[in-house]
């Protein structure tokens, strides 16, 4: 492997782009983050301390006390967190007390994958591979209302394909870093494609930035 690897998947939500990140990382022995569990881990904050999701001096102090040891996936995970963190998310201070977690992450040594909306754009602007995962939003309604129901969580599929949509609208009009490709990323579409499909295609595009690396 390159002595230095840094990869950056955005993507919407359910669009498999997390399931991706992990396969690669484990694939390349490097480290990963889920960029989008610190707007969780925000949100997850507010929701406990029953602090209404806009206020932004309360999410501030929230994002600047984060600690990346501290995270509890599982609790991260429930039901509502992800709505809740893509509206913590539009607050331009929030954006901006994460921003150095995330920087610190992509200068270690060796690379790292990372996963979120605004990795290829804002966090890791030069990362060696760039790819925006994309899937149609009936799809990605369906993985993620089959997730919940896997869970036991009573879950409706339009309910779900409703949050799903709002949050694409959130994500991709909010004023700082909204979603959208990176000029140089490779666009890979997963509806039609399985777990498995996906990861060879991704991991397809990975080598051949690698090899055109090599050339250069």
Avoid: C, W
């Amino acid at each position: 492997m390159d002595q230095n690897l840094l990869i950056a998947i955005d993507g919407p939500a359910a669009s498999g782009k997390g399931t991706l990140a992990r396969r690669l990382a484990d694939h390349f022995n490097l480290p990963h983050l889920d960029t989008g569990l610190l707007y969780r881990a925000v949100a997850r904050a507010l929701i406990d301390s029953r602090t209404p999701l806009d206020d932004a001096a309360a999410a501030t102090a929230a994002a600047r006390g984060l600690k990346l040891t501290t995270f509890d996936p599982v609790r991260l995970k429930e039901t509502g967190v992800g709505d809740a963190a893509s509206k913590v998310a539009a607050i331009p201070s929030v954006r901006e007390a994460l921003l150095r977690l995330q920087k610190d992450f992509v200068q270690q040594p060796g690379g790292a994958v990372l996963d979120g909306r605004d990795t290829g754009t804002v966090i890791a602007p030069d990362a060696d591979v760039k790819i925006f995962i994309e899937a149609a939003a009936e799809v990605r309604a369906e993985r993620r209302f089959r997730e919940l129901t896997a869970k036991g969580e009573n879950a409706r599929y339009e309910d779900v394909l409703a949050t799903i949509k709002g949050r694409d609208a959130r994500d991709s009009s909010r004023s700082v870093a909204p979603l959208r490709p990176a000029k140089d990323a490779v666009l890979l579409d997963t509806t039609h494609l399985d777990i498995e499909a996906a990861f060879r295609a991704a991991l397809s595009i990975v080598e051949a930035a690698r090899a055109g690396r090599e050339r250069r």
